[in-house]
């Protein structure tokens, strides 16, 4: 049990750094960070096929496009790294408060015991766990997946606008 509650604490303090950070790099590397403590945590709890695709999209494949997005992008200068961290601040300000009362929510609900565990259900192969049980995650991944390349297009088409 301390390990999961270490393990929380780290992934809050990384899920913070990714939204505090002035650098949009960083920013990405802590959201893989963040992403490799949900995969751990996953393993923990006994769910390895949601945590081998947390760790292969979430902390893989996005963490890929938005490093190549980063790359395409012109860099900012002093100046408009610190107005923007300013502004992220006043933003953002209550976000570790708003952290501090959902995690005390979810320590007061937690979930009961006696429920089944996973391997109780009668599926028993990828295909029905992922459409039978798992199809919203499923759907959300896809829709992360699409919004990440339509955001790659549209980058490719402001950069072609500037260049003409």
């Not at 015991?113 to 499923?138: E, H």
Request: charged share 15%; hydrophobic share 60%; with cysteine.
């Amino acid at each position: 049990m301390a390990f999961v509650i270490t393990l929380l604490v780290l992934m809050t303090a990384a899920a913070l750094w990714t939204v505090m950070g002035r650098s949009l790099l960083k920013a990405t590397i802590g959201l893989a960070v963040v992403s490799a403590f949900i995969t751990i945590l996953m393993f923990k709890l006994d769910s390895p096929l949601a945590a081998v695709f947390e760790l292969s999209v979430c902390a893989g494949l996005i963490t890929v496009i938005f490093v190549s997005t980063i790359s395409l992008t012109r860099p900012l200068t002093h100046q408009d790294i610190i107005r923007l961290s300013k502004d992220r601040k006043k933003r953002y300000w209550l976000l570790p408060v708003i952290m501090a009362l959902a995690g005390a929510a979810l320590y007061l609900v937690r979930v009961s015991p006696d429920l089944p565990a996973y391997t109780s259900f009668p599926m028993k192969n990828v295909r029905d766990i992922l459409w039978g049980l798992r199809q919203l995650d499923l759907f959300g991944q896809i829709i992360i997946i699409i919004a990440g390349a339509i955001g790659v297009v549209i980058l490719f088409e402001e950069r072609i606008k500037d260049e003409w």
